[in-house]
């Protein structure tokens, strides 16, 4: 049965009257009778805001008509609403789709609060529901707890979005706790929610929970925001990272140190599909880790993202060395290493790597040190890749303070590395493989 949608096109924002709904019903009512072996299997209100009359309006119309509905989109649909109004509006659309199959639920930017949630229970609760999106609601730990509550197929669950709601160290156990029931979870975001640590041991323990039940559990996307300390770290390189196959791993502003972020990196060293990682706000240093990260995933990997993470030149020259040796072409399409401390031998690392870089689309080296002389090199060589350098620091170079240390030799250290991961399988055994 072929599904079609129904949504509702307009200035974003627009304030929908009951007049404005009945201009709106007669459109979909053409097309409905356009369309007489389609059902509708869409409903977007996004972004515009709905009087209580004009969702009463629209309610009536679509009462025997959502049958069939599985996506429901309804992010920013009571702004600058009276609350009581507001809630009134999330009622409404709540009591005409509880019966629907739903599957994709997006109830972004809508001021929820505890109210709101309860008011939107006959839809969070559907056990057919595979998406659920809260991003920018009000969410408070109460609402999560309930939310908890309210969904009972937790095992459905698919995707959970979570973004900037004040939700803090009690609603992020509930949402670990809910994390720890979603069996099929392919992707997670938690991210401007306040955390603190015992409210992110709580989430990485549930991640850590279902996985451990499912070794071959599907999740493939992890976006964390909060800090990760102790046996979190453990747990999540130990018991998640290492067994899932990732497709993209963001850990936003989590506290990690150095260590912690080799402990990270040497997890992902099994990956072989990693398409983006993003560790900005954390401490990189010198990383030598990204080798066997790049080696095993330079066709599939696009995105590197490394914003102020105290990366020095060192760990630029041993990043553009792995990029150098990777023994596939490199899908690498954007490359931030903004914020740092980057300086002139940084920046040698970077053009020499050029060729290596096919594909990239994006360069970002603003608020780090190199000179005119350098400055210039780099946009000759890089073009309209290189985004705007507003910020350069020409007037010292931050290599001029790199500490001297006794470092290995790399292409002994990476030869060694590339030796290892053929031993044990992870990429082809061949006298080929450029070092």
Known sequence: M?????????????????????????????????????VVETLDLSNRTYTVAAMRTICNFLRDRVSFVKNAVLHDIIASLPTDQGLEVLEGVSTLLQDSPLEHLDLDDNALGIRGVHRCRNIISLPTLQFLSLQNDGLSAESMTDIDAMIENKENL??????NNMIGVEGAKATGNILSKCDNLTYFRYEGCRPQPEGTDGIVGGLASVVRRNKSHPLEVIELEGTIEGESVEKLCNDVLENIILRRLRLYDCSLDSERSQSVLVALEGQKRLEHIDLSNNEIGASDRFGPVILNNGATLKAIKLENTELTSRGVERLCRALNNANTP??????????????????????????????????????????????????????????????????????????EEDEPEEEDNLEGVVAGMAEVGLIPDDDDVSL
């Open 2 to 38: 072929v599904g079609m949608t129904l949504e509702n096109p307009g200035d974003r924002n627009q304030q929908v009257t009951e007049d404005a709904a009945q201009e709106l019903i007669a459109q979909w009512r053409q097309k409905i009778e356009d369309n007489p072996d389609e």
């Open 158 to 163: 698919r995707t959970v979005r979570i973004y």
């Open 330 to 403: 490199l899908a690498l399409e954007e490359l931030d290493l903004k914020d740092n401390q980057i300086g002139t031998r940084g920046a040698e690392a970077l053009l020499a790597a050029r060729d290596a870089m096919p594909n990239l689309q994006v360069l970002r080296i603003d608020d780090n040190s190199f000179s005119e002389e350098v400055l210039e090199r780099l946009q000759t060589t890089f073009g309209d890749v290189l985004l705007e350098m507003e910020n350069n620091e020409d007037d010292f170079d931050y290599d001029d303070d790199l500490p």
